[in-house]
């Protein structure tokens, strides 16, 4: 069993950015590459000592934040900033650009996450109650019909109801014997291949039983194969199995 | 009792029994055989009065487009010592980002939430779907045909929500656009003092 702590709870390699960038008081539209590139890797490694699950989302943020920084260092092409005839202008694209609208989208959206959770809580305050059960009143008739349902409401209908079902479930749950074991299923199929006339179709074993049944099934037929009681053949690529009692019986 | 009082309580009598169900504005109309008109109007003098009574502890609430009898805000606390056990914490800030993201953007594709946070949100997504806070809906055409993911009216409800219009508007930073006008501002002016001494040169 491992523990994993984090550290100040960033929720991610922006979260981590934007913190810096706050606590660095630095303008956004002006970031120091250097300074806040350190700042970023010194964190890192202190996160690294606690084995973060994300950090390899946080280290090609720091591959970006590097390439950056390195890209600023590169001399700025000086030339005229206008063409010959005086019109055209091609400013040098700040190479911080993109960084900069992804750490202002995500602002956005962690902003409107607290926002979120304070209408939440606003919410929380007032309790209100099941619809009553009205069954013994007669029915009430579903749904107005002059209102088109689609699959969504079909979808949100469900949930609904596992909802209430997680809420009523009992906080106890019973474990239900496998129906068959292994031995009686072993049984059971060689009695099916016997009445069959000593062979039987693969597929027609599987025709009825839940995911359970149907994995001992499978094992049955993997022991009686390895007992050499049955023999799977298949006549061509993409045949279907046949199994069949083994000539001989049980000798070899 | 005149018509306006008995509409008023033929609806508080619907919205008693409906619970957190609800009832739209037109299910009352309907229920109700009145317009929805009167139906509003009989809302609000409900809503005035439950909010005037001091010696009532409900009032009336518009969630999910559905309006429902809640219990006061104020109360809230004494209403907790009816329970045993404390509502868990209401869900992670991992969650809430997603939530946030995937109710602004919908429908969204898993890959444009991760895009955004900069980080993998399969276990929040799983676990706000788990919740019923959000659905899948409909696949997007493009390659691999990814899950689109909207909101659900249980996620209205919960947030205190009456549509996807009450959300907050999401706080544009408007610093940017400031910067890039001042920027061409003293461009066109560094422009104009060139025209202006080549005019002078002719």
Known sequence: ?252 | MNDSKRLAAVLESFLFVAGEEGLTLKQLAALSVCTEGEVTEALDGLLAAYESREDSGITLRQYGGGFQLVTKAEFAEDMKRLFENPPAKLMTQAALEVLAIIAYKQPVTRVEVDEIRGVKSERAIQTLASKGFITEKGRLEASGRPILYATTPYFLDRFGLNSLEDLPPLLLENEEEEDTDLFLTKFQDMLEAQDEEGGSDA
């Open chain 1, 1 to 252: 069993m491992s523990y994993n702590v984090k550290l100040e709870a960033f929720e991610g390699p922006l979260d981590l950015l934007l913190h810096l960038i706050n606590r660095l008081e630095i303008d956004i539209y002006d970031i120091p590459m250097a300074e806040l590139t350190n700042q970023y890797i010194e964190h890192l490694h202190t996160m690294r000592v606690l084995q973060l699950d994300e950090l390899s989302e946080y280290l090609v943020l720091a591959a970006t934040l590097i390439e950056i920084k390195s890209k600023m260092l590169l001399p700025v092409h000086e030339g005229d900033v206008f063409d010959d005839d005086g019109t055209d202008f091609e400013p040098e694209e700040d190479p911080r650009e993109e960084l900069i609208a992804r750490i202002l989208e995500y602002k956005q959206y962690k902003e409107a996450a607290v926002q979120l959770k304070e209408s939440a809580e606003e919410r929380a305050v007032h309790f209100t109650k099941q619809p009553s059960d009205m069954e013994n009143y007669g029915s009430i008739p579903q749904a107005d019909p002059a209102e088109e349902l689609d699959v969504f409401d079909l979808v949100s209908a469900f949930q609904k109801m596992l909802h209430r079902r997680r809420l009523k479930a009992p906080l106890s749950a019973s474990i239900t014997n496998n129906e068959r074991s292994v031995g009686e299923k072993m049984d059971e199929i060689m009695g099916v291949i016997v009445r069959k006339g000593g062979h039987c179709v693969f597929d027609e074993l599987f025709e009825e039983g839940d995911t359970g049944g149907l994995v001992v099934t499978f094992l049955s037929i993997l022991e009686l194969m390895k007992r050499r009681d049955v023999v799977v053949r298949q006549q061509g690529n993409f045949d279907r199995l046949l199994i069949s009692l083994a000539i001989g019986g049980t000798e070899g």
